[in-house]
């Protein structure tokens, strides 16, 4: 079902947000260039906060990432996170996931952890990080054998990449914090994140990058 929904989403700002101040108008960014969902990183202080402003929005679905732990998987859902994505297969953590019924993302860069995850149930995957891992490539060795596992590769996305991954039948979207860089958000260059956001959205459905606007 999740699956099904970010297959319409395709791709998700992975955001590192140091100032919860940002949030209202990072996700005005996001929404104004074409995006309704978007992936909180559980790595700085304000993250949580931040997350929880941004949930507000009826038009954006958010996730919490770098989940590590139960009680940080339990706060970002508390705060209204629609989902959680971890870096890597903790079976703790994607049990007490499914056991409430919150959408669940591991991150799994081995045969023998999607195995886990299927194991498991899941039929969601991040594959991470993507590009060290050997990229389309690799991944599409792995969703040869796994063949009712999706995925969502995350790592060294970029727009030159982005259509080769989604071109794989088992990709149902990428992350990437292009879209969303940290300094941009430190100088509040919400402009430039509105105007990198639409180009990835042009891009998803032209397939063609224009970066003279
Ligand atoms: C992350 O969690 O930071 C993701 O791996 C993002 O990777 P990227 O910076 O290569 O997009």
Not at 9 to 24: F, Y
Not at 70 to 85: C, E, M, S, T
């Given at each position: 079902m999740f699956c099904e929904e970010l297959?319409?989403?395709?791709?998700?700002?992975?955001?590192?947000?140091?100032?919860?101040?940002?949030?209202?108008p990072l996700a005005e960014a996001i929404v104004s260039?074409?995006?309704?969902?978007?992936?909180?990183?559980?790595?700085?202080?304000?993250?949580?906060?931040?997350?929880g402003t941004m949930a507000a929005r009826l038009d954006l679905q958010v996730g919490a990432g770098t989940v590590l732990t139960?009680?940080?998987?339990?706060?970002?859902?508390?705060?209204?996170?629609?989902?959680?994505?971890s870096p890597?297969?903790?079976?703790?953590?994607?049990?007490?996931?499914?056991a409430r019924q919150i959408p669940v993302i591991p991150g799994c860069a081995t045969a023998t952890e999607i195995q886990l995850a299927l194991e498991r149930g899941l039929d969601i995957v991040k594959f991470f990080p993507a590009e060290q891992l050997g990229g389309v490539k690799m991944l599409a060795t792995l969703a040869a054998?796994?063949?009712?596992?999706?995925?969502?590769?995350?790592?060294?996305?970029?727009?030159?990449?982005?259509?080769?991954?989604?071109?794989?039948p088992q990709v149902v979207a990428c992350g990437g914090?292009?879209?969303?860089?940290?300094?941009?958000?430190r100088e509040k260059r919400f402009d430039d994140i509105r105007r990198e956001i639409a180009r990835a959205v042009e891009l998803l459905e032209t397939g063609v990058r224009n970066d003279h606007d």
């Open positions: 297959r319409k989403i395709r791709l998700v700002p992975v955001v590192v947000i140091e100032d919860a101040a940002q949030a209202t260039g074409g995006l309704s969902c978007v992936e909180i990183t559980l790595r700085t202080d304000e993250a949580l906060t931040a997350l139960l009680g940080q998987a339990k706060a970002a859902v508390d705060r209204g996170a629609r989902f959680i994505v890597g297969m903790s079976p703790s953590l994607v049990d007490w996931c499914l054998v796994f063949q009712n596992m999706h995925f969502m590769p995350t790592g060294g996305i970029s727009p030159g990449n982005l259509l080769d991954y989604l071109a794989l914090s292009w879209l969303v860089r940290t300094n941009w958000l």
